[in-house]
């Protein structure tokens, strides 16, 4: 089966769990005013690429990704190509590597469950806990995201969540406490990650011909961030990291 790939990373230490190689497919129903792969938004560019020449290339690097590592796909929003994801993901599995699926949490819970199989976790976005702030941040609601925790949950299906610290958006105390309240519920959440905003693709924006809704807004300095640290605390008794060097 032939899918469209926007690009493979042969070794991250960001996108899950050991030193692993990440897969980049093509295609997402959101527009994140924060994104910073929007070439990966329209579904029918990029490489279209056969499943078996992606898992070839992927288990070049096995002995460096099996023992503590291994495989995430991520795009754009990987679930977008559900049966070619379904296909990488077998693949992956049958070929002995831990895998991962980066989702912003816009998917039906019965596209999840064709890949539940083949899915030792997954790494899931939650842009804003308020469905209106989020339409207004990504275009849609957060309702297709909430719903999929909650699935997974029931699953006890392995979660990481990652939040994007947003100036105006998601750096608010109720955003914080709501989200930290909601997260410390579930049991299955085995990180928490939180991302300062950053700017460095506004040049791809400009590139793109695309508005970079953002422009004007600071990124936080050390300082901020330690006070962002001390509120999550306050809210949240579990562990949880600020990244800096992750995105999203």
Same mark, same amino acid.
């Given at each position: $089966?032939?899918? +469209? #790939? ?9 996108? /899950? ?10 295609? @997402? *129903?959101?527009? @994140?005013? +924060? ?22 290339? #992927? ?5 460096? =990704? ?9 795009? /754009? &929003? ?8 379904? &296909? !990488? ?8 590597? %831990? ?7 816009? #998917? ?6 064709? =890949?539940?199989?083949?899915?030792? !976790?997954?790494? #899931?976005? =939650? ?6 702030? @989020?339409? &207004? ?15 997974? &949950?029931?699953? %006890? ?38 991302? *300062?905003?950053?700017? !460095?693709?506004?040049?791809? +924006? ?5 508005? +970079? ?17 001390? $509120? =999550? ?10 990244? %800096?060097?992750?995105? $999203?």
């Amino acid at each position: $089966m032939k899918g +469209y #790939v926007h690009s493979v990373e042969s070794f991250s230490t960001l996108d /899950g769990p050991g030193i692993r190689s990440v897969v980049f497919l093509q295609g @997402c *129903p959101l527009r @994140c005013q +924060y994104c910073h792969n929007p070439d990966t938004w329209q579904m029918n560019e990029g490489n279209l690429v056969d499943s078996a020449e992606v898992i070839a290339r #992927v288990l070049k690097n096995k002995n460096y =990704i099996a023992r503590n590592g291994g495989v995430t796909i991520s795009g /754009g &929003e990987p679930t977008a190509q559900i049966d070619f994801l379904a &296909e !990488l993901l077998k693949g992956f599995k049958e070929a002995g590597l %831990h895998t991962a699926v980066d989702t912003s949490g816009y #998917v039906d819970l019965d596209d999840i469950d064709r =890949i539940i199989d083949d899915t030792d !976790l997954f790494i #899931v976005d =939650i842009k804003h806990m308020d469905p209106e702030k @989020c339409r &207004e941040l990504t275009g849609r609601s957060n309702e297709k995201v909430l719903a999929l925790l909650g699935h997974l &949950e029931n699953l %006890h299906q392995a979660v990481w969540i990652r939040n994007v610290l947003l100036p105006g958006f998601t750096d608010t105390e109720k955003h914080i406490s709501d989200l930290c309240a909601y997260v410390q519920k579930l049991q299955n959440v085995q990180n928490f990650e939180v991302l *300062p905003y950053h700017a !460095l693709a506004k040049a791809k +924006y400009q590139d793109l011909d695309l508005p +970079y809704k953002l422009d004007g807004i600071s990124e936080f300095d050390s300082k901020q961030l330690l006070q962002y640290q001390d $509120m =999550i605390q306050k809210y949240y008794s579990k562990k949880f990291s600020i990244q %800096h060097d992750a995105w $999203m």
